[in-house]
């Protein structure tokens, strides 16, 4: 059995990372989605250890001290880090790790591991960005404001990314996810070998 890969999904807050990941883990049981730390509030509905482990500033602190994030930064405000050990375990296991996490984390990422698949999501506009963060209704106007001005320099970082996918129409945009998933996961690609046999 190979070891899984990092599949790092990038791209400004609404562009649709979440929406498209969905998609990928319902059709592939050896892609794992990775439970961030972050020391942001939880929002109604949000459950410790589920959407993210929840903790205080102090906790995150002392953890990225002593060196248990794969990669931390500040995003909108808050702490958000990679839990490194987690990520670890289920490479050895046999699972692709997908990480869903801001620009300069995935920086990070590809700095420290460089076999890494770096996919950017692009929305079709920043009109349109705007439009599915307003539909989704998560944040409040000042934070949403913060979000597409910082989606704004987000989008200048793309080009160091491996792939980039536009996010239009939901389905095409999902069809390309995991068409690129499918040809640089070593595991989906053992298990097709084997079927071959
Ligand atoms: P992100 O995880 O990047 O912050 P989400 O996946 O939460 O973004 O998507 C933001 C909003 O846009 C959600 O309400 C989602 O349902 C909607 N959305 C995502 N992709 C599309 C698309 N291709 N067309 C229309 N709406 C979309
Ligand atoms: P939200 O608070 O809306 O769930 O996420 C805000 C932003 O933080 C998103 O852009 C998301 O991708 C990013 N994020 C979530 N987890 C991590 C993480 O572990 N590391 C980094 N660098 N960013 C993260």
Not at 31 to 36: C, I, Q, R
Request: net charge negative.
């Amino acid at each position: 059995m190979p070891q899984g890969r990092l599949f790092v999904v990038a791209g400004p807050s609404g562009a649709g990372k979440g929406t498209l990941i969905k998609e990928l883990l319902s059709r592939y049981p050896q892609a794992w989605l990775s439970v961030s730390t972050t020391t942001r509030k939880p929002r109604s509905g949000e459950k410790h250890g589920v959407q993210y482990h929840f903790i205080t500033e102090e906790e995150f602190r002392d953890m990225a001290r002593g060196g248990a994030f794969l990669e931390w930064e500040e995003v909108h405000g808050n702490m958000y880090g990679t839990p490194l050990e987690m990520v670890k375990e289920k490479r050895s296991q046999g699972k692709d790790v997908i990480l869903e996490i801001d620009v300069k984390g995935a920086g990070q990422v590809r700095s420290r591991e460089p076999e890494a698949v770096a996919i950017f999501v692009q929305p079709p506009s920043i009109e349109i960005l705007e439009e599915r963060l307003r539909g989704r209704a998560t944040e409040g106007e000042e934070e949403l404001q913060e979000r597409l001005s910082n989606a704004l320099k987000e989008s200048l970082e793309k080009d160091d990314f491996d792939y980039v996918v536009l996010n239009d129409d939901l389905d095409r945009a999902a069809h390309k996810l995991c068409a690129i998933y499918e040809m640089e996961s070593p595991v989906v690609k053992a298990a097709k070998k084997e079927n071959r046999r």
